[in-house]
């Protein structure tokens, strides 16, 4: 056994044991469970907010899209930091909702808002669904994170299974409080690795970052520079905007926003985030300096750029630390995920089944409801085989189509009701996943379509027409609501 390896599961098993120990002191029940009873403060929300960006796709996709995409991958830091702006006006109106109506989940946020409890049912799955691909994400990262770092030892299926009977252990214990205690440790970790490595290995290899790019414009300078077709400008642009919109509904970002104590909190956070989001440069730096001390990477493969260029560079005992901060940003995201994921299923299906259960039982449920989302998140992790960033943008795709609902459910209006709301959902999700099975684009229908707009996010054409299908749907439901009214109020003067 080498060292890296014996530091990289010493460090699992210290996030086991503050899993589990961050019980102590506490009566676990549904809202303790699932929020925390609300009781964190700015702290705690800024880790596990933070959490969501410090991720194995930070690691991995991130330095990766660097090193196989270039410029393309500036969208992560860019649309990471317009949601935090835009999370100043928008988190604040979600939690005194929350607040005021008992909510601890996404679709019981919604189910409440529009007085819907089929629309609740439908959030739980579409944030299921949207999930799945996020945690696969993490689980894949955590395979070839501790696999690479092992040199080996460990193969990726045995890193992943690991990761994810850890994880399974810690929530179905300690629920969102174990997440909240192993992001403190995370967080630490991970700033030291990204930065270290973000500023170390260019002066290295190159004496500076600014070198570092000059050698990049030599080599590869299209790496630089936006694509004409493809991953273009409009593509970027479209991707930012979209993304940011959703950040905060992927279910795991919306349950640390209702585990907060007070507005002022997430006020705070959004105004400090945005600098700490900067740090994701130090990963490109990372991927960009392996385009040409780690050549040939082709593929799902340019994920790894970051890990072979670290074992290219240090000794075992550092690729070890490097590993197991890789192991603790993906299974704190996940351990947040399946938990949000858990307690949405519970309260979207489960409750409407069995209004009258108690909390005993509840919980009980919320926890089978983590072991079914474990099992499959990790059935996928095995069979899937798209590069990480791919499997990011589709589960924002999926989760954003849930945006048109929530801003009209900001106000009082006629334009989008519970009937509108599901039918431009449905119909919005149902764009993305086709778009996702078949590779369907504009050009597709339209032969002759410039590439500036053929380029444009599918998930922003899928929240287009969600929009004019929901308010479509609203506005007619409400003419015929209305006419049943005056109608059922004529007979009564009669």
Request: charged letters at 10%; proline letters at 3%; a positive charge.
């Amino acid at each position: 056994m080498n060292s890296a390896l014996i530091i990289i599961f010493f460090i699992a098993l210290v996030a086991l044991y503050l899993g589990i120990r961050a019980t102590r002191g506490k009566e676990m029940n549904v809202n303790e469970f699932a929020v925390g009873n609300k009781g964190f403060g700015t702290l705690f929300v800024f880790l596990l907010i933070a959490g969501e960006v410090y991720t194995t796709f930070t690691f991995l996709g991130g330095s990766g899209w660097a090193y196989s995409k270039g410029a393309a991958a500036y969208y992560v830091p860019a649309y990471i930091c317009l949601a935090y702006v835009l999370s100043y006006w928008i988190v604040p109106k979600i939690w005194r909702f929350s607040n005021n109506h008992q909510v601890i989940s996404q679709p019981q946020y919604f189910m409440k808002n529009y007085n819907s409890k089929a629309l609740g049912v439908v959030v739980a799955f579409i944030g299921l669904i949207a999930l799945i691909p996020y945690i696969v994400i993490q689980l894949k990262g955590l395979g070839i994170i501790v696999s690479e770092a092992s040199y080996g030892t460990i193969s990726p299926l045995m890193a992943s299974t690991i990761g994810a009977i850890i994880v399974t252990i810690y929530v179905t214990i300690s629920g969102i409080h174990g997440s909240a205690w192993n992001a403190v440790l995370k967080d630490a970790m991970i700033l030291f690795v990204i930065v270290f490595l973000g500023i170390y290995i260019p002066y290295h290899y190159f004496g500076g970052i600014k070198p570092l790019f000059e050698a990049i414009q030599t080599v590869r300078p299209e790496a630089l520079t936006f694509a004409s077709e493809g991953l273009s400008q409009s593509w970027f642009i479209s991707t930012i905007v979209l993304n940011a919109f959703g950040f905060y509904l992927l279910p795991q970002s919306f349950t640390v926003v209702l585990s907060a104590k007070s507005e002022r909190s997430l006020k705070k956070n959004a105004i400090t985030l945005p600098l700490y989001t900067v740090l994701i440069l130090f990963a490109f730096f990372i991927g960009f300096s392996a385009i040409i001390q780690v050549p040939g990477l082709q593929g799902a493969d340019g994920d790894l750029s970051l890990l072979r260029l670290t074992m290219q560079t240090f000794d075992p005992w550092f690729v070890g630390i490097v590993g197991g901060a890789g192991l603790l940003t993906a299974l704190v995201p996940v351990s947040v995920m399946v938990m949000s994921g858990a307690v949405g299923l519970m309260t979207g299906f489960y409750k409407l089944i069995k209004p009258n259960s108690s909390d005993r039982q509840q919980l009980t449920v919320a926890k089978l409801f983590v072991l079914f989302i474990i099992l499959i998140a990790y059935v996928f992790s095995i069979i899937g085989g798209d590069a990480l960033a791919i499997l990011n943008i589709m589960s924002y795709g999926l989760i954003t189509q849930l945006v048109p609902a929530l801003i009209f459910g900001f106000f009082n209006t006629k334009f989008m009701n519970a009937y509108g709301a599901i039918a431009g959902i449905i119909t919005g999700v149902s764009i993305v996943l086709f778009n996702s099975i078949t590779s369907f684009k504009l050009v597709n229908m339209f032969p002759n379509i410039p590439s500036v707009i053929n380029d444009i996010n599918i998930g922003f054409v899928a929240i287009a027409v969600n929009i004019f299908i929901g308010v479509s749907v609203s506005l007619i439901t409400y003419i015929f609501v209305a006419r049943e009214s005056s109608t059922v109020v004529e007979e009564l003067v009669k």
